[in-house]
């Protein structure tokens, strides 16, 4: 119950749940932790995704933009096909499934109706599915056959940050799991970058004031925004772009670099607000490509690059981490500029008009 949480000396949830993501980190790596200190799932979980011809992401919202970032770490790490949908969609227009579905269902609640009528529908075509949410529970974990906790602590504010981050941690989790299972070689430790990652969080959160001036500086006369970002800092922007027409009801679209030029660019006026995620080294000079197209045509560029990435033009750059793990902590800085565009347009960021926090109607 929200009432029995309390802000402590915070004035919003939302501010609270941002500053709380680097022990949520802590918290998932000790909770996934065997006594060696090895990552470790459910045996049976690590088996039914193992087992999979190709795996089904099922989410709305912000989780399924987790989806989103999942389905890179269980491609690249497991090697399994996966598929990611919008919950709404999925019913009247399921896709031809492979022979041997697994079902990932994310929901911070476990109570949202849209994904919880797909779960319903492919349990009576007999297929497995896991649950991962934040609820222990909660009506999406009863209902599915396996369930892999967030530990993000009760999250209470409407538009969703650790819980987005807390889920994007576990999906690399199972990922690796998943992979180790499968004679997948990872070449890197996960448990220890997940450690560099709570520092950087950390960093992040400690650099508030930037993100306040950025927020004041590049949001707070317009009436739209843009994000743009290439491979996983696309997906990021989405979630930035969804962040911030939630709480400061700025028209905000998030979408890839390399789309620009087929059609959205015709919106780029003087002064236009472009956020730009420039944290993956395989397409750095591209986005920066993109970068100059927009502000050609007159764009206001906000870069945020990552430390080895960075360039003189950029706002502000983010403390490097593993490049397959950068939407832990590029999200931050797109939670903070949305907190403080929010703040400043006397939004009532924990409430945001015309939004629930658990959507239990189709
Ligand atoms: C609502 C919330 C969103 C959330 C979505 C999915 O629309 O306002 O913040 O992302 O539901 O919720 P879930 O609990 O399934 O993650």
């Given at each position: ?8 000396t ?7 749940e941002?500053?709380e993501?680097?022990a949520?980190?802590?918290?998932i790596?000790q909770?996934?932790q065997?006594?060696e200190?090895k990552l ?8 039914a995704?193992?087992e999979?011809?190709r ?6 919202g912000?989780s399924?933009h987790?989806?989103?970032?999942g389905q890179?770490?269980?491609e690249?790490m497991a090697k ?7 919950a709404?969609?999925?019913v ?6 492979s022979?041997?579905p697994?079902f990932?269902f994310?929901?911070q ?19 497995k599915?896991l ?5 222990p529970?909660s009506?999406?974990?009863r209902?599915a ?8 602590g009760?999250?209470?504010?409407v538009a ?7 889920q994007i941690?576990v999906?690399?989790i199972?990922a690796n ?8 070689p ?11 990652i709570?520092?950087?969080?950390e960093?992040?959160?400690?650099s ?6 950025i927020?004041r ?10 994000f743009i970002?290439?491979s ?13 027409k939630?709480?400061s009801y ?7 670099g390399?789309e620009?030029?087929h ?12 956020i730009?995620?420039a ?8 986005i920066?490509?993109n ?9 206001n ?8 990435l960075?360039e ?9 981490v ?14 903070l500029?949305?907190y403080?565009?929010a ?5 009532d960021v924990?409430?945001?008009r015309?939004?629930?926090k658990?959507?239990?109607?189709e």
């Amino acid at each position: 119950d929200a009432s029995d949480i309390e802000k402590g000396t915070y004035p919003h949830y939302m501010l609270k749940e941002i500053d709380e993501q680097p022990a949520v980190m802590r918290k998932i790596i000790q909770a996934y932790q065997n006594e060696e200190g090895k990552l470790t799932i459910d045996y049976n979980i690590a088996e039914a995704v193992s087992e999979a011809d190709r795996v089904y992401i099922v989410a709305c919202g912000t989780s399924y933009h987790a989806g989103l970032i999942g389905q890179q770490f269980i491609e690249k790490m497991a090697k399994i096909p996966v598929e990611v949908h919008v919950a709404s969609e999925f019913v009247y227009n399921m896709p031809l499934l492979s022979e041997k579905p697994l079902f990932i269902f994310i929901s911070q609640s476990g109570e949202t109706a849209d994904s919880r009528a797909v779960l319903v529908a492919i349990k009576e075509l007999g297929h497995k599915a896991l649950t991962i949410t934040n609820v222990p529970g909660s009506t999406l974990s009863r209902e599915a056959d396996y369930t892999l906790l967030l530990h993000a602590g009760p999250e209470i504010a409407v538009a969703s940050t650790k819980a987005y981050t807390a889920q994007i941690a576990v999906l690399a989790i199972l990922a690796n799991v998943t992979a180790k299972f499968r004679n997948q070689p990872v070449e890197f430790d996960l448990v220890k970058e997940l450690g560099i990652i709570g520092t950087a969080m950390e960093a992040l959160c400690d650099s508030k004031e930037e993100f306040e001036a950025i927020a004041r500086e590049y949001l707070s006369v317009t009436r739209n925004a843009f994000f743009i970002g290439r491979s996983l800092d696309y997906y990021v922007g989405l979630e930035g772009s969804l962040k911030l027409k939630e709480i400061s009801y700025i028209q905000a679209e998030g979408f890839a670099g390399g789309e620009l030029k087929h059609g959205t660019i015709a919106l780029i006026e003087d002064g236009t607000p472009i956020i730009a995620l420039a944290t993956q080294e395989s397409v750095n000079l591209s986005i920066r490509g993109n970068v100059k197209e927009v502000v050609a045509r007159g764009a206001n560029p906000c870069i945020i690059s990552m430390k080895g990435l960075e360039e003189a033009e950029d706002r502000f750059v983010i403390p490097a981490v593993h490049e397959l793990l950068t939407p832990l902590v590029s999200v931050i800085p797109l939670q903070l500029i949305a907190y403080y565009a929010a703040l400043h347009r006397e939004c009532d960021v924990d409430k945001p008009r015309n939004l629930a926090k658990s959507v239990t109607v189709e």
